[in-house]
């Protein structure tokens, strides 16, 4: 298995261009099972979870055609087309690979009329149930039973009808399934504590450009008008904010100076503030957002929360450039209830972090040293890799796959600021 090889220490300097966001990625590939008509996404990610869900896409009947790839660029263009769905079951080896497959749900049973697809079960960051989707598509009229390990989703014989969704908790993965089901729907969809990421806006902007009526795009409260059929269109990608504001703390933790090209001041405002917080100069630029190490890490206090509070993506990355910082931080995971697995790992490269229930204390300590590492997550595995570039001496990254699911290019982009990276095979 491959790793990453990191020697830390050197200062990051220069543009780093930010690639097609992973998350919306994740739910406009499902938005082609819609229409009869192709779909084509540009600014797509080249990233192992991108691929995977392609290949769910094809077992579903879609095909998928992948154009303007070029190497070395972050663009990429694919066109789905869904004119018949040869299957509506996503099975179980490619749904344990791939949580995100549970997004082909609400599509396949608004235009199918039925959906089988295997229960994704818990992960590394918690149990990670399904049941406001299924919540959800019910209010729609769907019948839900849950079998061997599947979940089986039917429409009455008219189709799935308008409803009033009202979510007890804010979810990205069920507001997007309930939003993609309900442009299909017969009548209004009302979606309460609707969730509000970027990557919900981005969806809505696909589904309309295919002919999908949505008010409150961007608000709690999303009103679908819905329609008997879709279009095809090509929409572009939204650019991705957590690899952005990764990238940014690779700035803050290599006292560097880095424009990250294309992110979008307006999806990262949380992010951008606790740069600001721990001592960052961040500039908004005709290109980009400029993030600079201006003196010593700042220690700070930062709660997750659904957007538009701090993202739960960002907080592994944050707590290890905290982990220089000049003083104590304190840490609160208000999303996931088991998302410090990278704190054992940043303690073996010196790190001076204590776990009380969601909370974690971070001393801010004068060096990290390097270490062989491995994370059971992306973002973990992420903030591996940031205390790797800030260590003295080399730090081995395992389990390189969980990076490569979200972080185009990651070595390329580094090596090109100035880090020394290298991925190696083995171990
Ligand atoms: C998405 C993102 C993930 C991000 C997360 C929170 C994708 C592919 N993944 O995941 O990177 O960390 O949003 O911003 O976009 N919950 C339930 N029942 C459900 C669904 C969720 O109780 O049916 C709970 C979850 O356990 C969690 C919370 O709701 O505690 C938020 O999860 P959710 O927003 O649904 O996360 P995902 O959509 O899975």
New binding site residues.
Partial sequence: MDRIIIRGGRRLEGRVPVSGA??AA??LLPCALLTDQPLTLTNLPRLADVEGFGHLMNELGVSTTIAGLRSGSNLRAMTLDANTIGSTTAPYEIVRRM??SI?VLGPLVARAGEATVSLPGGCA???????????ALEALGAEIELAAGYVRAKAPSGGLTGGHIIFP????????NALMAATLARGETVIENA?R?P?IADLCRCLVAMGAEIEGIGTERLVVQGKSALHGAEHRVMPDR?EAGSYACAAGITGGDLLLEGARADDMHAILVSLTDAGLSVTEEADGIRVKADGPLRPMTLSTA??PAF???MQAQFMAMLTLAQGTSVLTET???NRYMHVPELARMGADIQVHGRTAIVKGVDRLLGAPVMATDLRASMSLVLAGLAAEGETQVHRVYHLDRGYELLEDKLSAVGADIERAGGG
């Fill in positions: 992973k998350n994740l739910t949580r995100a997004l960051i918690g149990n990670r149930p399904i049941d406001l989707h299924l919540k908790i804010v979810s990205v993965g069920a507001t997007e969730a990421e990557e957590i659904p957007f993202p739960t993506d999303i996931f209830e």
